[in-house]
């Protein structure tokens, strides 16, 4: 039940930036706070942004989180090969009572 | 460091149950201000939340597999697990437990994740 939609890829060259878009409602990003995970091929799902904006420790500033009305953004500024990995957005949806994830996108490092 | 480890059968027939437990070890399993979570990942596709249980034993489950659903705690061993109940092909995953932050009731975000266990529903 993906209502949270990102686009299914983006790349860019090494160093460069990239920024991943999560569309939602009213019903959850418009009035719920939105988090990110990376994950990496084979492995579980990493937090890395909380509260549309914060970075828990350890997680370089090259990631960022933004917010504005029901849309998310994702950036991820000097973009190095170990970022190859897929995106989800999260958010809890008051209509649906359940946290719902984005559809993921995949981010390819040229 | 908090540590999350998912157990439990990787195979599983059709129209039985799946049983997973989550042991938990590094943090304090006993606090209201988290929640506990088991999140599956279907074949090749994103992240469906499945529902979150307290230590004090309160759930609450994802409207879509309520019915099917019962997840539980054991705080003298800092573990809870999840049940769900005739199973298909359809839930043929990777199941992930994980601790989440809450903004009053609702989950705010997921910060401590296990390594996920695969459960195939197969005859």
């Known amino acids: 039940q993906s209502v949270l939609t990102q686009p299914p890829s983006v790349s860019a060259a090494p160093g460069q930036k990239v920024t991943i878009s999560c569309s939602g409602s009213?019903?959850?990003?418009?009035?719920?706070?939105v988090s990110w995970y990376q994950q990496l091929p084979g492995t579980a799902p990493k937090f890395l942004i909380y509260?549309?904006?914060k970075r828990p420790s350890g997680i370089p500033d090259r990631f960022s989180g933004s917010k504005s009305g029901t849309s998310a953004t994702l950036g991820i500024t000097g973009l190095q090969p170990g970022d190859e990995a897929d995106y989800y957005c999260g958010s809890w949806d008051g209509s649906l009572s359940a946290f719902v994830f984005g559809t993921g996108t995949k981010v390819t490092v040229l | 460091q908090v540590q999350l480890q998912e157990s439990g059968p990787g195979l599983v027939k059709p129209s039985q149950t799946l049983s997973l437990t989550c042991s938990v070890s590094?943090?304090?399993?006993?606090?209201?201000?988290?929640?506990w979570t088991w999140i599956r990942q279907l074949p090749g596709k994103g992240l469906e939340w499945i529902g979150y249980i307290y230590y004090s034993g309160i759930s609450y489950y994802s409207p879509s597999l309520k019915s099917r659903l019962t997840i539980s705690v054991d705080t003298s061993k800092n573990q809870f697990s999840l049940k769900l109940t005739s199973v298909t092909a359809a839930d043929t995953a990777v199941y992930y437990c994980a601790r989440v932050r809450h903004r009053g009731v609702t989950p705010s975000y997921f910060d401590y994740w296990g390594q996920g266990t695969l459960v195939t529903v197969s005859s």
């Open positions: 590094g943090g304090s399993f006993s606090s209201d201000a988290y929640q």
């Open positions: 509260e549309n904006n």
């Open positions: 009213s019903s959850n990003i418009g009035n719920n706070y």
